[in-house]
């Protein structure tokens, strides 16, 4: 069972949210991604909410101020949390110069407000980043597709799936307990929803 708590883990990574939700707002706009953004634009999303917070992670672990990769201990999650918060706002200010609209910016602001959240909870609790990004998730489906097209009954019982995986996989692997599982929740949907209400 660990190993597919650890495939879960894995696979909804909060690393890969970002880019998860742009694709999701490029497809409900009607737009390909690789028509909607073009390929300058997709490397600096990339660069900026994947690469840097990564490298930020990896650097941190060479130099020995983390222990794992996996940022077991709270203390190690700040300055990756604070590299990918900042990463999330460069994000937004990048797609506004480049005349972005279709919520885009607005998502990468919210997701830079969540971390920047989770990082100022870190003296109290660990909070779930995992959970945020789903949660997150969760309320960008809700707030694009009001009009609710013929999949969105689908997607939002998917994401509410993998919700209940995530928040499994997480909490067997005792990365959380059941508080930390559910502010972390709560952080994203309301971090997102926050920034894309109109």
């Not at 996996?70 to 706002?89: L, N, Y």
């Not at 602001?109 to 997150?136: D, E, R, T, V």
């Not at 999949?151 to 919700?163: H, P, Q, S």
Request: charged share 15%; net charge positive; with cysteine.
């Amino acid at each position: 069972m660990n190993r597919l708590a650890l495939l879960v883990s894995g696979l909804v990574h909060p690393v890969l949210i970002p880019l998860l939700g742009c694709w999701m707002i490029v497809e409900h706009s009607g737009r390909r991604l690789r028509m909607g953004l073009p390929l300058l634009d997709l490397a600096g999303l990339f660069t900026l909410s994947f690469a840097l917070p990564l490298g930020v992670v990896v650097l941190l672990l060479r130099m020995g101020k983390i222990e794992s990769i996996h940022m077991e201990k709270a203390v190690d999650r700040r300055i990756p949390f604070v590299a990918a918060a900042t990463g999330s706002v460069l994000s937004a200010f990048f797609l506004r110069w480049r005349g972005f609209g279709d919520y885009l910016p607005e998502w990468y602001l919210g997701i830079g407000f969540c971390l920047a959240l989770l990082a100022a909870l870190l003296p109290l609790l660990k909070a779930s980043a995992h959970m945020a990004g789903i949660g997150g998730l969760l309320a960008l489906s809700l707030l694009i597709d009001r009009q609710g097209s013929m999949d969105f009954g689908f997607r939002i019982a998917a994401i509410l799936f993998a919700t209940s995986a995530v928040a499994w996989a997480r909490a067997h692997l005792d990365a959380h307990n059941s508080l930390e599982l559910l502010v972390g929740w709560v952080c994203g949907v309301s971090s997102i929803a926050l920034a894309l209400l109109r």
